[in-house]
C-alpha cells in the first residue's frame, strides 16, 4: 500500500470516509440536525449533500430520541445509517432506541437480526457548560453489543468511520470539539482503521499512559514536560473504547511497570478503571493511578472549566509522584491514590 | 520600508491554517482595506486586509499550502523598486486587519 500522506482538516478526513462509504454503498444514508445543505454542525459534511442529494443527506429537527429510533429501525430493516447527534451528552435522550434496541437486537434474535448503525456524535469542554461539555463513553462502553471508538486525529477520524460504516452491529464514533481545529496528515489511499486496536504514540520506558481522544494530546505534552526530568513516558491511544486492545496495554505495561490512565469523564466507573482491571487481569497488578475530570458538572466559567479539566500539568505531576520523584508545586490537583 | 504579513491569530485554538486564495500577486499595490489573502480555518475563512498602503512584493506560500499561525505569508513594500532584503525577512509587520466568516 502507497504510504503517500495528504493533510486535511478535521471535518475534511469525515467527510472523504463518508463520501467513499456511501459511494460503496447504497443503503448508507446520513440523517441528523442540519447535515443536509448546511453540511453539518462542524462541516464535515460539506459537499455531501450535492452529491447524495436530500433522501440520503435527511435533516431532522432537533428530537434525538425519534432520530436515533428511526437510524435503528432502518438499520434492523437492511439500511445502514449515520445518524448524527452533536453533543454526546443529548444522546442521553436517544438511548432507549440505542441501547434497548439496536445493541440487543442481535442477542434477541439468536443472530438472525442486526442493527448497522453508527451514532457520531462529539464529546469535550470547549465553553459550553453543564450539558454541552460531557465525555460518557465510559457508559457505552458497558453496554453489552455496543461498539465504541474515539479518534485522536484526522486518519484515525478517517479510518475509524470508514471501519464504523462496515460494521455488522451499533458503533457510537465519538469526535472531540478541541481536536477539529488541528489538521493532520490521512494517507492517500483508502485506509480503515480496525476496532480492538490500540496504538502506541511515544515510546517510554518508566511509566504506560493509557488514553484516549483529545487528552492524547494533553498525555504527549505531559509526556514532553517529564522528559526532561529523566522520566520516560510511553503514550497508548485506545482508539477503540469497546473492544479494549488488552493485548496491546498489557504489553505496554508489563514493559514500564507503572501505568497511568487519563480521561476528560468521570474516574468513578470510568474508562481508566476498566483499563486498570482487565491489564491488571492478565499480568497480575502494578502500581498505578487515575486522573479525570474532577467530580463536578464542568461549568461554562473558563476558569471553572480548565479547573475541572485534566491538563498537562496534572498529568506530569501524577507521573512524577508515579515514578518515584518528588512532587513539584504545582496547580489544583487532587490526585487519587491506586 | 519592508513588511512581512504573518499568519494572524485570528481564530481562537487554531494553530494552523490553510491558504485559500491571494488576491493578488508579485507587484500588486494594495490600499489600505483591500483585501489580500483569503486563509481557511477548520471552520470559518479569514479575510486579511491591508491595514496600510504597500506593494506585495514576494510570496511565501501559495493557495493550498499549509501555515502555522506566525509563521511569514509574503513580503511588502512602500515602493515598488526597493530593494528586498537576503533572507527574505523584514523585521516590520504589516498592519492588518481581519474578518472572520
New interface residues.
Given amino acids: 500500500m502507497s504510504s503517500e500522506q495528504t493533510r486535511m482538516f478535521f471535518r475534511e478526513a469525515v467527510s472523504r470516509a463518508v463520501r467513499e462509504e456511501m459511494t460503496d454503498n447504497p443503503r448508507v444514508f446520513v440523517l441528523g440536525q442540519d447535515v443536509g445543505s448546511f453540511g453539518g454542525s462542524y462541516r464535515e459534511f460539506d459537499g455531501l449533500y450535492k452529491l447524495f442529494g436530500p433522501e440520503r443527506m435527511r435533516d431532522t429537527p432537533v428530537a434525538e430520541a425519534a432520530a436515533m429510533g428511526i437510524a435503528a429501525g432502518a438499520a434492523a430493516s437492511g439500511f445502514h445509517p449515520l445518524v448524527v447527534i452533536t453533543y454526546m451528552d443529548f444522546m442521553m435522550i436517544g438511548f432507549d432506541a440505542l441501547i434497548n434496541y439496536a445493541a440487543k437486537l442481535r442477542y434477541k434474535t439468536a443472530g438472525r437480526l442486526t442493527a448497522p448503525m453508527v451514532v457520531k456524535t462529539t464529546a469535550g469542554a470547549q465553553g459550553q457548560g453543564v450539558a454541552h461539555s460531557q465525555c460518557i463513553e465510559a457508559w457505552l462502553m458497558s453496554v453489552p453489543g455496543l461498539k465504541v471508538v474515539a479518534p485522536s486525529s484526522p486518519a484515525d477520524a478517517y479510518g475509524l468511520m470508514k471501519t464504523a460504516l462496515r460494521s455488522d452491529g451499533p458503533v457510537v464514533y465519538i469526535d472531540h470539539k478541541r481536536l477539529f481545529p488541528t489538521p493532520g496528515n490521512v494517507p492517500v489511499a483508502e485506509a480503515p482503521v480496525p476496532f480492538g486496536q490500540a496504538f502506541i504514540r511515544r515510546e517510554g520506558r518508566d511509566v504506560s499512559l493509557v488514553t484516549h481522544s483529545y487528552m492524547v494530546r494533553v498525555a504527549l505534552e505531559a509526556a514532553q514536560m517529564v522528559e526532561a526530568e529523566g522520566i520516560s513516558c510511553e503514550v497508548v491511544d485506545l482508539c477503540s473504547l469497546a473492544p479494549l486492545d488488552i493485548a496491546t496495554l498489557s504489553a505496554s505495561v508489563a514493559r514500564t511497570g507503572r501505568l497511568l490512565t487519563l480521561e476528560e469523564g468521570q474516574t468513578t466507573c470510568g474508562v481508566g478503571v476498566e483499563v486498570a482491571a482487565r491489564i491488571f487481569e492478565r499480568i497480575g497488578p502494578k502500581p498505578w493511578s487515575r486522573i479525570g475530570t474532577l467530580p463536578a458538572p464542568v461549568s461554562s466559567n473558563p476558569v471553572l472549566e480548565a479547573a475541572c479539566v485534566p491538563n498537562a500539568g496534572r498529568v506530569a505531576e501524577a507521573l512524577r509522584s508515579l515514578a518515584g520523584h518528588p512532587l513539584t508545586t504545582s496547580s489544583f490537583v487532587t490526585q487519587e491514590a491506586s | 520600508m519592508i513588511y512581512q504579513l504573518s499568519v494572524p491569530a485570528a481564530?481562537p485554538?487554531?494553530?494552523?491554517i490553510?491558504i485559500l486564495e491571494w488576491q493578488g500577486e508579485p507587484g500588486t499595490a494594495f490600499a489600505s482595506g483591500d483585501l489580500i489573502v483569503e486563509l481557511e480555518?477548520?471552520?470559518a475563512v479569514v479575510e486579511v486586509r491591508a491595514g496600510q498602503a504597500g506593494v506585495l512584493r514576494t510570496l511565501l506560500a501559495d493557495a493550498g499550502d499549509?501555515l502555522a499561525v506566525g509563521l511569514p505569508l509574503a513580503l511588502f513594500s512602500d515602493d515598488a523598486d526597493e530593494a528586498l532584503p537576503d533572507p527574505a525577512l523584514a523585521s516590520d509587520e504589516l498592519v492588518v486587519e481581519f474578518d472572520v466568516t
Fill in positions: 481564530v485554538g487554531v494553530e494552523e490553510r480555518t477548520h471552520k499549509w
